[in-house]
């Protein structure tokens, strides 16, 4: 009799366990997940601490990106760039990003972008940086960024 009682008590721990141990590639979870791709962050070079990372983001319901963190930087940001006075300004979104349905929502230079404050560690290209993207609504999304030069390279951040 002890023995069935302890079967039982072990299934019932697994099944209590498997929702959230299997909660990744499939099912709702999944559909309900901001798709990232073409992530980018720009080499440091000569010693600058500072440097942008770029990305596409759709998301399958209105959303918002509301804050990044990356182990190798001290803080990260969402930054919009703006024209103030013929000046090209960024500021935080202290808002955070919005991500309409369906759209997909561009980061790039000259643009929207992301930017991390204290890298810790010189960032050369092929390098790779993982990213923590957390969102209003959906489950949080890490990526893994690849250090290079974005396509439309040209301006670069200093004006910070
Ligand atoms: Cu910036």
């Not at 209003?136 to 893994?144: G, I, L, R, W």
């Amino acid at each position: 009799m002890h023995r069935l009682a302890l079967l039982a008590l072990v299934a019932a721990a697994l099944a209590a366990c498997s929702p959230s141990s299997e909660k990744a590639p499939s099912g709702e979870a999944a559909a309900s997940a901001v798709t990232v791709t073409d992530v980018l962050c720009r080499p440091t070079p000569n010693g600058r601490q500072v440097t942008g990372c770029y990305m596409t983001l759709t998301a399958p319901t209105d959303d918002t990106l509301v804050s990044i963190e990356s182990p190798i930087a001290a803080l990260a940001q969402v930054h919009e760039t703006r024209m103030e006075s013929n000046m090209m300004m960024m500021r935080e979104l202290e808002a955070g990003l919005p991500l309409p349905a369906g759209e997909a929502v561009q980061l790039k230079p000259g643009g929207n972008h992301l930017m991390l404050h204290g890298v810790r560690e010189p960032l050369r290209a092929g390098q790779t940086v993982p990213l923590t993207l957390t969102f209003a609504s959906a489950a949080p999304v890490e990526v893994t960024a690849r250090v290079g030069q974005p396509p439309a390279a040209g301006e670069d951040h200093s004006g910070h």
